[in-house]
């Protein structure tokens, strides 16, 4: 690019110190440069998006006009609407080629790639699908091999730049060699996110869901779709194929909508998520042991406000920037912290990828209809690597222990096979969505541990007060007697938190299912009970947090040595000694911390039905006051940007 200015520049008729300097600013607008990506926190996204919005306010003006002009010569409004389509969409598209280069340089060329394979896969499953039609000769053979093709080539990019090191770090222990991967893999900016999105349409043109997208600009478009292409949320091909073919319309209610969407996502983007982790997280974490058992345990419950203020601040933007173009992008989060049972957290957080687990993995695993071979084959082998590669006696012993469990419930109960199933497919599929998220055993351990949540919360609500009680008894019982011979931090931690949840759980719920009439519950006791229910699970899924975030922003060459080790220092401080004398001085320490992470926390549990009041409230004031509001909300948040870049955690995935 240098080269090519200076020869520009030697050609101009005139020297001119002036063109120079123009040509040196597009130089630098139309060059990848990774100190100045195109985020969302950043003025230069915002540059952008008004320079595209433009342009595709005037497509869309002008193809509204040649409608009008040319509606007396043409007898239905088809060919008009596609004709705006691929302006449209062709120009949207592009607009997305060039955001990902800005974003990702020379990987844009891997996103092409998987458009390009997908669209040429679902036009030949149409083709396929006439020929059928027409000949009557099965081609479903052949379909079906084109769809398991296609599955495998997205898949196997997704591996090469995701798992590399971490399956040379499996092949390396197993074989006790000590190769290396000769060049440098740097994952790609949403992978993730597009090669589902790519796996979603071709399953679903191949099973006749959706019909293929009619030519590659349609499709190009519906794989690049800047708002959401580095982070989701998944965009099912069946939720937004059909959208490409609506005409744009916006509403002055949805005008304001979309912008409050946008303002809310930059709230909790910058005033939560990016100043707990510069003033609290990103310090525990990067050392866990020059802080205390309090500090470290306060970190993992900032940390989940700090992830879903980034992660679902993120969505808030995409869904409102899409909506500014007649766009509906599909609800992600649906405050997961209200949720009294991991199972219910996961219908409320990442709300895309969840459902795109359960119908493009737990169902095919099964579902709760049955189990498979996978069934019971994916747990053993993820819990084998984990062991391995952790080289953790207690790991191991805890990992046997479960699957001894597993095998003895399987065995002794017969008619609860199928039951039993279904509750292993729920399992896996979080073991797997946690690989998902990354290369390291961190993140199988993070999937492992929701997943056994789901299990212990399905089989709860099938036992009787007494069966909880033996349960409960049985696990104290084993956890006291293992802290007594070995008196680890681990089984510490797990001694207090089943010692607490023992006591609470036989206050609320097994007193009142002895206790007759008089122990029936008020609504007041429910209360307490869904409280209750709602700490118990917010302080489990933090907790679970631990391994997600030791694993997370590390380079994947050095993932699962650093991660492990992060993980294994916040445990032994949070299940050490504790010196309560300290907590009120580090409170003050960190007052201001503590009272964003409370307001946070509180607007969070704040009523569904007052936060969409006072969605529509800004939504239907007057233009000239929402303008007021804007600018203040800016000037506010303008305040607390740091000066570090702190990009959206997500973008890793």
Known sequence: MTDFLTYLTSILPFDSELATDFLAYLTRLFAFDDSHPLL?????????????????????????????????????????????????????????????????GLFVALLLFATIVGYFLGMRFDNLTSRQNRTGKSTQLRRKTLMVIGVIVNLAVLCFFKYAYFFNDIFNTIASTHYSIAIKIILPVGISFFTFQNISYIVDVYKGRVRHADNILDFGFYTTFFPQLVAGPIIRADQFIPQLYKPYFLSRRQFGIAIFWIMNGLFKKLILSDYLAVSFVDRVFDNPLLYTSFENFSALLVYSLQVYADFSGYTDIAIGVAMLMGFYLPKNFNSPYKATNAAGFWKRWHISLSNWLKDYLYIPLGGNRKGTVSTFLIPLVMLAIVCLMAKNRILTLVSIGFVAVMALIYLIFPRQRTDFSTKLNNFDTMLLGGMWHGASFNFITWGALNGLGILVYKYWKQWGPWVRIIVIAVVYGAVRFAYHYYPCPVLSMFHFAFLVMAVAIILLHIVPAFGGKRYRPSKFKNGVLMVWNTFLTFIFISFTRLFFRSGSNLDPAEANEVAWRTATQMVERIGGRWNFEQIPSIVQNYAAVFVVFLLGMVIHWLPERFKRRYRLWFANMPLWLMLIVVVVGVFVVYQFITADLQPFIYFQF
């Not at 230069?44 to 320079?51: D, G, Q, R």
């Not at 239905?76 to 598209?93: D, E, H, M, Q, V």
Request: include cysteine; charged fraction near 20%; hydrophobic fraction near 45%.
């Open 40 to 104: 969302f926190t950043q003025f230069h996204f915002w540059a952008f998006f008004f320079v595209a919005y433009l342009g595709f306010c005037l497509i869309v003006s002008l193809g509204e006009k040649r409608s009008r002009r040319k509606l007396t010569h043409l007898p239905t409004n088809l060919r008009i609407s596609k004709a705006r389509r691929l302006w449209r969409n062709g120009y949207l598209f592009f607009v997305s080629l060039f955001f990902y280069y800005k974003t990702s």
